[in-house]
């Protein structure tokens, strides 16, 4: 099956500062999604972005798909940024949607 | 995209006792899924529930231990079946849109 990576698996940020999540998949896939565990377990849609660039206020992502990687970047970091990120990634429509190991952000005051 | 309500949020339940978990969604779907998220861990997909047949049951999920019932194209359940602590984890149901999956809030399950 597919797999997906995802790099650093940790993160302490002082606020304010920027920082660049990585996630790399080994096939191509028709979704890729980023998504935010908060501190209470709630599970947050941040981007659906098989390819190309999107962006949301502070926060941002690109896929490479050709290359089988995507980003996110998120600006001005605040303490409610901190929780875990995830990459999870779809082969077709309807198969098994696998998720990354995520990335542990804390952002300090 | 599809509002998913889930319950119980959290629940503190006795080894060998069994416990169900709704998920409604707020529009119809052909299929729904269940994941499992241990401590610590990252989501693994437990089984795809469709309507008016069997779920199916990813590697080392069994019908037994994780019994599914999908009455309708809005609803589902998922029950954890005598359990022990190491069933303690959050249980989240999902559906796939046109724009990717979306999350029910989650249950907060604790196996003591």
């Known amino acids: 099956g597919i797999q997906v990576e995802q790099s650093p698996p940790d993160l302490i940020l002082q606020e304010g500062a920027n920082s660049t999540l990585r996630c790399n998949f080994s096939?191509?896939?028709?979704?890729l999604q980023w998504f935010h565990q908060n501190p209470w377990g709630q599970l947050i849609n941040l981007f659906y972005?098989?390819?190309g660039t999107k962006q949301n206020g502070r926060l941002s992502a690109t896929t490479v798909a050709t290359e089988r990687y995507s980003l996110l970047y998120i600006s001005s970091s605040q303490t409610t940024d901190s929780g875990v990120y995830f990459c999870?990634?779809?082969?077709?429509?309807?198969?098994?949607?696998?998720f990354g190991p995520g990335t542990r952000l804390s952002v300090l005051p | 995209s599809a509002v998913i309500s889930q319950k119980p949020s959290r629940d503190i339940c006795q080894r060998g006792t069994s416990l169900t978990i709704q998920c409604q969604v707020d529009?119809?779907?052909?299929?729904m899924f269940w994941y499992r998220q241990q401590p610590g861990q990252s989501l693994t997909l437990i089984a795809t529930?469709?309507?008016?047949?069997?779920?199916?049951?990813e590697s080392g999920f069994v019908i037994d231990k994780f019994p599914i019932s999908r009455p309708n194209l809005t609803f589902s359940t998922l029950t954890v079946s005598n359990m022990s602590p190491e069933d303690s984890s959050i249980y989240l149901c999902?559906?796939?849109?046109?724009?990717?999956?979306?999350f029910g809030s989650g249950t907060r399950l604790t196996v003591v």
């Open positions: 972005i098989p390819s």
């Open positions: 529930a469709n309507q008016g047949s069997e779920a199916t049951y």
């Open positions: 999870a990634v779809e082969r077709n429509y309807g198969q098994n949607f696998v």
């Open positions: 529009s119809q779907v052909t299929m």
């Open positions: 096939d191509s896939v028709n979704n």
């Open positions: 999902s559906v796939e849109e046109r724009v990717g999956y979306t």
